[in-house]
Structure formats: structure tokens, C-alpha cells
Antibody, heavy 121, light 107 residues
Framework: EVQLVESGGGLVQPGGSLRLSCAAS????????MSWVRQTPGKGLEWVSV????????YYPDSVRGRFTISRDSSRNTLYLQMNSLRAEDTAIYYC??????????????WGQGTMVTVSS | EIVMTQSPATLSVSPGERATLSCRASQSVSNNLAWYQQKPGQAPRLLIS???TRATGIPARFSGSGSGTEFTLTISSLQSEDFAVYYC?????????FGQGTKVEIK
């Protein structure tokens, strides 16, 4: 069974840092681009980062560029999201997602259960 | 950034009826368009990719159409388990963006 399990969420003060992890299983992790997508009641679904299968290419939207860093460890089948300089507007459920095919221009076919990040003093 | 606009925001439909959801892109995304279903407390689930290809295990009552900037998701005969929020998303370039969602509720 293909599965993604996120961890690392929690309560953090504005300006603080947090690292999310996503443990992947049931597929060849090193063959697929992976992304993080977040969801808030107010802004809906927002894609926040992608990393290529090989790990050498990453993209971010303007809202998190320079503050968030996506990385992967294929030896551990694990995806990471390092979040620095956190703001109240980063409060959301963060989902780890897998790309449908090994071609990274594709839909997201597997989603984790999500981990909640709350940025508040 | 490509803006995805969904309509209507809420669709009230009786079980067994057809539901038609729309998604418009602010510029062409070719057929690089996906639809997702989300139920309360759950993660989104992929329904359609490539604008019209059903994902594995998705019933045939779900169909997608369109290309360029105009897309449609049709649910031919609504079942009780189909009442949920539906999102469209493009993957034509970066950043990927989602529509704001259409809630399909019981009439």
C-alpha cells in the first residue's frame, strides 16, 4: 500500500522554526518528485514546494521562498520541509504529496493525512 | 501566477441528479488540469488528471472535460458519498495553483 505519513507539526511562536517530515512507503520513493501542499480555512489549498526525484531541483511560491526549504533522503524514504521565520499566515495543515508519474509535470495522486502547524504567541 | 476560478461556490443537488462543476484558468494550461475531492477531516483525493483521465478506482460517473482555460467536472448521478468539496488544480507551470473549491451539498 502506498502511504505517506507526516510528522513534526505543532505550536511555534512567530519567527520560530519547525521541520516537518514525511515517511514514504509502498513505492519507489527515489523515482518521484514530491511536494508539500498546505490548507487553511481562509486561503484553501496552496502548493508550497516541490523537489525533483533526484533532489537537485526545487521550486517554491513567492509566499515561502527564502524561508522554507524542501529536501529528501532517499536512503530513508523521507521528505522534509524546513520552515524558518514562521508567520501567523503559515498556520495550516501541511500535506506531503506524491506526483502521479515519474514525469514531474503531473497531478498529485497520493496525499498524507496532514500535520497541523500553528504559529502563534 | 495562473489563477483558477471555480463556479459555483456551492451546488445543491438531489441524490441521483447530475452535477456540473466549472473551473476556469486565467491563462491556458493545456490539458494539465486535475480535479480532487475532499471530505471533512480527510485529505484531498485525486479524481481526474489530464483534464479527463479518471484516477485509479474512481467510478465512471465522474468525468472531466475541457482544455485550455475552460474545464468541467461532471458527476452523472450523485451518490450519498459524493457530497464533498471539489477542487481543480493546474500543473502546467510553477507555481501550481488550486481553485477555491465547489461544495456539493444535498438539496
Amino acid at each position: 500500500e502506498v502511504q505517506l505519513v507526516e510528522s513534526g507539526g505543532g505550536l511555534v511562536q512567530p519567527g520560530g522554526s519547525l521541520r516537518l517530515s514525511c515517511a514514504a512507503s509502498g513505492f519507489t520513493f527515489s523515482s518521484y518528485a514530491m511536494s508539500w501542499v498546505r490548507q487553511t480555512p481562509g486561503k484553501g489549498l496552496e502548493w508550497v514546494s516541490v523537489i525533483s526525484a533526484s533532489g537537485d531541483i526545487t521550486y517554491y511560491p513567492d509566499s515561502v521562498r527564502g524561508r522554507f526549504t524542501i529536501s529528501r533522503d532517499s536512503s530513508r524514504n523521507t521528505l522534509y520541509l524546513q520552515m524558518n521565520s514562521l508567520r501567523a499566515e503559515d498556520t495550516a495543515i501541511y500535506y506531503c504529496v506524491k506526483t502521479l508519474t515519474t514525469y514531474w509535470n503531473d497531478a498529485f495522486d497520493v496525499w498524507g493525512q496532514g500535520t497541523m502547524v500553528t504559529v502563534s504567541s | 501566477e495562473i489563477v483558477m476560478t471555480q463556479s459555483p461556490a456551492t451546488l445543491s443537488v438531489s441524490p441521483g441528479e447530475r452535477a456540473t462543476l466549472s473551473c476556469r484558468a486565467s491563462q491556458s494550461v493545456s490539458n494539465n488540469l486535475a480535479w480532487y475531492q475532499q471530505k471533512p477531516g480527510q485529505a484531498p483525493r485525486l479524481l481526474i488528471s489530464g483534464a479527463s483521465t479518471r484516477a485509479t478506482g474512481i467510478p465512471a460517473r465522474f468525468s472531466g472535460s475541457g482544455s485550455g482555460t475552460e474545464f468541467t467536472l461532471t458527476i452523472s448521478s450523485l451518490q450519498s458519498e459524493d457530497f464533498a468539496v471539489y477542487y481543480c488544480q493546474h500543473y502546467n507551470n510553477w507555481p501550481r495553483t488550486f481553485g477555491q473549491g465547489t461544495k456539493v451539498e444535498i438539496k
